[in-house]
Structure formats: structure tokens, C-alpha cells
């Protein structure tokens, strides 16, 4: 395929593309872009929502463990020791 520079490139009339398909076929890849744009933001929200609720339910375990803990052992009263021997 070595053309020769000097000479115009010529292009059979149905290889042509008018301005009004190159118009359409931009849009619709705009068209599709903002699809895909909205599924891929759709997708990740959903995601860190689930991550949030996890972490969330989570911190609820660790602080009903820790005041479970806590409350337990400010009920038992630890026991005085004996007074020695000799008074």
C-alpha cells in the first residue's frame, strides 16, 4: 500500500460518511457513556452502602460487648479481705 503522496486520495462515494452520521453515531455514544457512567455509579454506591451497614452493625456489637463487660463486672463487688490476726 504505498500511495503516492502527490496524488489526492479519493474514496468510492458509498465509503463515505456525511456529517449527519458522524452526528448520530456521536450520539449515541454519548448516549451510551452516560448509561454506563450511571450503572458504574449505581454500582459502586451500592457497594459502599453494604460496607457502611457492615461496619456500622459491626461497631453495635463491639459496644454492646464492651458495656456487657463493663456492667458485669461493676456488679460484682469484690469481696474485703480478712483483717489479720491480732486486733
Known sequence: MNADPKQP???APEE???LDQLRH???EIANLAKVEG???VHQVYEENFSKAVLVAVGVVVV???LAY???SRAGRRVPEPPPPYGY
Do not use: H, M, Y
Request: glycine share 6%; no cysteine; net charge positive.
Open 9 to 11: 486520495l479519493t474514496i
Open 16 to 18: 463515505r460518511v456525511t
Open 25 to 27: 453515531r456521536t450520539e
Open 38 to 40: 450511571k450503572e458504574i
Open 63 to 65: 459496644a454492646a460487648s
Open 69 to 71: 463487660f463493663l456492667g
